[in-house]
């Protein structure tokens, strides 16, 4: 069993973006809180990826690579609006972190997350981060599908 420990903040303009990010597109099969199951697709490979429940900054998670066609055709009958990002992978402070500007409904909201190694893990934080939203849940990307943030 894996567990990912995940702190999530809100992205200020600044000096993060470090040239081209990556286009993803993913889609929920389910989107309850006790369980997640997201298809994704990055690049020409397709991601299929099971989470437990969030409990502070911890959840279980299990992630599978899946033919990208396949990827594809799971994306077709998934919950609508899919996800779309481009992310950017910042290093800052000995960590790396996972930056996500929405597209599509979502468009506007940028977010940025850094896997610890504990949930008190102490960390530098770099300027350009802003509002720590980790126990937000209208910031999950499965929530966003229900409510996108240009509808906030």
């Not at 200020?12 to 099969?29: A, C, D, I, S, V």
């Not at 055709?73 to 998934?78: Q, R, S, T, V």
């Not at 896997?115 to 966003?144: I, M």
């Amino acid at each position: 069993m894996t567990r990912e420990i995940e702190r999530k903040f809100l992205v200020k303009e600044g000096t993060w973006r470090n040239g081209k990010g990556t286009e993803y597109r993913q889609g929920y099969l389910n989107s309850t809180k006790e369980r997640i199951v997201r298809v994704r697709t990055v690049d020409n490979k397709g991601y299929l990826t099971v989470k437990g429940l969030t409990v502070g900054a911890t959840r279980m998670e299990f992630e599978y690579e899946i033919p990208r066609r396949d990827a594809d055709a799971m994306l077709d009958i998934c919950e609508k609006p899919l996800i779309a990002k481009t992310r950017y992978k910042v290093e800052a402070g000995g960590l790396v972190w996972e930056i996500d500007a929405f597209l599509g409904e979502n468009q506007g909201l940028i977010v940025a997350e850094v896997e610890l190694e504990g949930e008190h893990q102490e960390f530098p934080k770099p300027d350009w981060l802003g509002k720590e939203v980790t126990g937000d849940p209208r910031y999950f990307n499965s929530n966003l599908i229900k409510k996108p943030f240009t509808k906030w």
